[in-house]
Structures are given as C-alpha cells and as structure tokens.
C-alpha cells in the first residue's frame, strides 16, 4: 500500500477504496456489478491497466463468499449445470488476458462502454434476449466466449452472462450464485495470467488484497438491498447499473 500511496498520494487511494466500497454495494444488490462500478470510477484518476490489477483479488474473494452463501451444495449443483458455460469461458479467459497489456487505453474502455450501454439501453427500450430450446448450448457457448474475451481484456465478464442469464429466465437467486461461480473461476485465471503479464506486480497485489476489505463491506451492505428485491425490480437495478457504468466507461475512453 505504501508504494501505491507514493505512486497515487491520498487522494488516489480514499478514491480507490471509495471506488470499491461502491462496487461491492452495487455487486451485494445484483451480483455482479464489483468491475463495472469500481473500474469505471478508477479510470477517472488510475491508468486503466492499475486499475484493471486493482480488481483481481477482491474479485476471487467475494465471489467465493458469494457462490457459497446458499451453502456448498447449491453451488456445487449450479457449478454441473453450467458446467459448459464456464469451461468455455474458462479457456477464452486464458488466452484474452494476455490482451490486456497490448490494447490502448481509449479502445480498451471504448468497447467495453459500447458493449454495456448498448446491451442496457436496448433492455430498458423493450428488447428482451431469448433463444428457442434447441439453441441452448449454442446460446451458452456464445455467452462464455464473449464473457472469456472482455473479462481477460478489462475483467469485466458481467454482460455477457447477465445476457444470457436473462434470456434463459434464471431465478434471481439461483442468477447471482451461477455468476459468482464463473466470475470466482475467472479472477483465478486472471490473478496467475496478470502475476506472469507484469500488470500485477509488487504495487498492485498487495493493494488489490488490502482492497478486499473495503469491497466486502460494501458487498454486506447491498445483500440487504437485494433480499428485498422482487425479480422484475432485480432486472431493472440491473439495467440502470449497466447503462450507468457503461456511459463511464465511454466518457472515459473519450478522454483518454
């Protein structure tokens, strides 16, 4: 923390935990929005690779937490029902994270900003996603490719799954512990492909797992949102969370 502190002064680091405390409320309400909220903050006042190392252990962290809080057989059932989903994304993430250090910053934030504000504006017009029965596994593998690539890319795998999620009409519940399930699977890869990469390095990691404190208090606190949450109320948190970080993220890939 102290190189950080050297690195950033205070205000870098009160606005990186004050980043964190926020994404771990929005992921306590809907279940995953940790990445989306806080990078998009920290690309504000932290060069967009930091910022992306900065997320890698409160990542793992609370997204264990988060798979188990219905218990280990619940997860455990969720984890060989969507056993191709995250084998697939399992493989991509692999490969997409050594992207992460030959994209520019404004294209890094550009396609991502475009991506969520895109998928969450054309929900809140009417479009809903489906796919007939027969397309599941197509729709699935879709889904774990697209998550793979932006979650090497930037860590944030969240879209492509709420998409798919959403259009195989999965409970809330049973929506929150899948993708804490994936996104616990992804942050492993991430924490040994960025620790070879170089993005995180003697700075960051001891930083990112300082900051898993903040992000889990934040996280505490949204689980007594989102208890209190009806489905169709969940889907349009959702939305707004998506639309909200994506706009960021663009503004910030103008700027950049």
């Not at 009417?126 to 027969?134: E, I, Q, S, V, Y």
């Not at 489905?231 to 970080?245: H, M, P, S």
């Amino acid at each position: 923390m102290e190189d950080f502190y050297v690195a950033f002064g205070p205000g870098g680091v009160l606005g990186t935990v004050a980043a964190m405390v926020l994404g771990g409320f929005a992921k306590g309400v809907v279940g995953f929005a940790l990445p989306l909220i806080a990078v998009s903050i920290m690309a504000s006042f932290l060069p967009a690779k930091v910022a992306v190392a900065l997320m890698v252990v409160p990542i793992l962290v609370s997204n264990l937490l988060q798979a188990l809080r219905g218990g280990m057989a619940e997860a455990w059932a969720s984890l060989v029902k969507y056993h191709r989903l995250n084998l697939v994304f399992f493989v991509t993430i692999v490969f997409a994270a050594r992207l992460v250090v030959l994209m520019p910053d404004a294209m890094l934030y550009g396609v991502l900003g475009a991506t969520i504000t895109g998928f969450g504006a054309a929900q809140v017009l009417g479009w809903r996603p489906t796919f007939a029965p027969r397309r599941a596994r197509l729709a699935e593998i879709l889904a774990g490719i697209a998550a793979g690539i932006f979650g090497g890319i930037a860590g944030i795998w969240g879209p492509p799954l709420v998409i798919y999620l959403l259009a195989a009409e999965v409970p809330k519940v049973e929506m929150v512990r899948v993708q804490s399930i994936t996104f616990a699977l992804g942050a492993i890869v991430l924490l040994v492909s960025h620790a070879q990469s170089g993005v995180l390095d003697a700075m960051t990691l001891p930083m990112s797992t300082w900051l898993t404190l903040p992000t889990l208090a934040g996280m505490f606190l949204g689980y007594g949102v989102q208890d209190r949450l009806d489905q169709e109320l969940f889907r349009k948190v959702t939305l707004i969370v998506l639309i909200a970080a994506g706009l960021n993220l663009l503004r910030r890939a103008i700027g950049a």
